[in-house]
T-cell receptor, first 115, second 116 residues
Framework: NAGVTQTPKFRVLKTGQSMTLLCAQDMNHEYMYWYRQDPGMGLRLIHYSVGEGTTAKGEVPDGYNVSRLKKQNFLLGLESAAPSQTSVYFC??????????????FGAGTRLSVL | AQKITQTQPGMFVQEKEAVTLDCTYDTSDQSYGLFWYKQPSSGEMIFLIYQGSYDEQNATEGRYSLNFQKARKSANLVISASQLGDSAMYFCAMREGNNAGNMLTFGGGTRLMVKP
C-alpha cells in the first residue's frame, strides 16, 4: 500500500549543485503537486501537474523545474541549488473525479539542506 | 492578505479533554473546500477532515469535527477526548472555486501538545 513515495528522504547539497527529487504514486491519480515547507510556515505550492505531459507554476516556482513524463511520476529539479532552497519538500497527488472531496494525499517529505 | 489564518501558534490540552483549533479564511468564491491536515513529529501530512462550502452540516470524522461558520469565515477543528498521539502540528487549508489545479492554500499551522 505505497501511496505517494518520495526519494530521497534526506539530502545535503553544496551551493550551485543540482539534484532531482522523485515523486511516485501508485493510485493512478491525475493531479500531482510539489510543495515546500519552511520553519513556522505552512506548505507553499511550487509547481503542479494536471496530467501526464503537463505542468504549471504555483506560488513559489523560481529556481525549480518539473517534469511529468509518466503519469505516476513527478520530478522536481533544482538546477543550481541556493541556501534559500533549504526546506522540506512534499509531493502530493489527488484523483480527477469531480465528486471527490479533492483530498490530496502526501508523501513523507524530503529534507533538503543547501550549504 | 492571508487567505488562511491560524492564530494559535501553540496550544496545550489535558489528555481526555476537548480542544478547538482556530482557522479563518478569506475568499470571494462561493464554491470552496476546507481541509485539516495533521503533521506528527515524523513529518508526514495526514488528511483529517473536509468541509465543502455548500455542505449544510458540519463535517465529522470520528473524534474530529469541523465547526463551520460560513458567515464568519471560520472553520475550526474540534478534537474530542484528546489523546497523547494527538500531539502534532495541525494545518488548515483551502481550495478555492474551481481553480485549474485544485490547488490548496495552507495556514501557518498550530502546534498542539497533549499533557498526560
Amino acid at each position: 500500500n505505497a501511496g505517494v513515495t518520495q526519494t530521497p528522504k534526506f539530502r545535503v547539497l553544496k551551493t550551485g549543485q543540482s539534484m532531482t527529487l522523485l515523486c511516485a504514486q501508485d493510485m493512478n491519480h491525475e493531479y500531482m503537486y510539489w510543495y515546500r515547507q519552511d520553519p513556522g510556515m505552512g506548505l507553499r505550492l511550487i509547481h503542479y501537474s494536471v496530467g501526464e505531459g503537463t505542468t504549471a507554476k504555483g506560488e513559489v516556482p523560481d529556481g525549480y523545474n518539473v517534469s511529468r513524463l509518466k503519469k505516476q511520476n513527478f520530478l522536481l529539479g533544482l538546477e543550481s541549488a541556493a541556501p534559500s532552497q533549504t526546506s522540506v519538500y512534499f509531493c502530493a497527488s489527488r484523483p480527477l473525479q469531480r465528486l471527490a472531496k479533492n483530498i490530496q494525499y502526501f508523501g513523507a517529505g524530503t529534507r533538503l539542506s543547501v550549504l | 492578505a492571508q487567505k488562511i489564518t491560524q492564530t494559535q501558534p501553540g496550544m496545550f490540552v489535558q489528555e481526555k479533554e476537548a480542544v478547538t483549533l482556530d482557522c479563518t479564511y478569506d475568499t470571494s468564491d462561493q464554491s470552496y473546500g476546507l481541509f485539516w491536515y495533521k503533521q506528527p513529529s515524523s513529518g508526514e501530512m495526514i488528511f483529517l477532515i473536509y468541509q465543502g462550502s455548500y455542505d449544510e452540516q458540519n463535517a465529522t470524522e470520528g473524534r474530529y469535527s469541523l465547526n463551520f461558520q460560513k458567515a464568519r469565515k471560520s472553520a475550526n477543528l474540534v478534537i474530542s477526548a484528546s489523546q497523547l498521539g494527538d500531539s502534532a502540528m495541525y494545518f488548515c487549508a483551502m481550495r478555492e472555486g474551481n481553480n485549474a489545479g485544485n490547488m490548496l492554500t495552507f495556514g501557518g499551522g498550530t502546534r498542539l501538545m497533549v499533557k498526560p
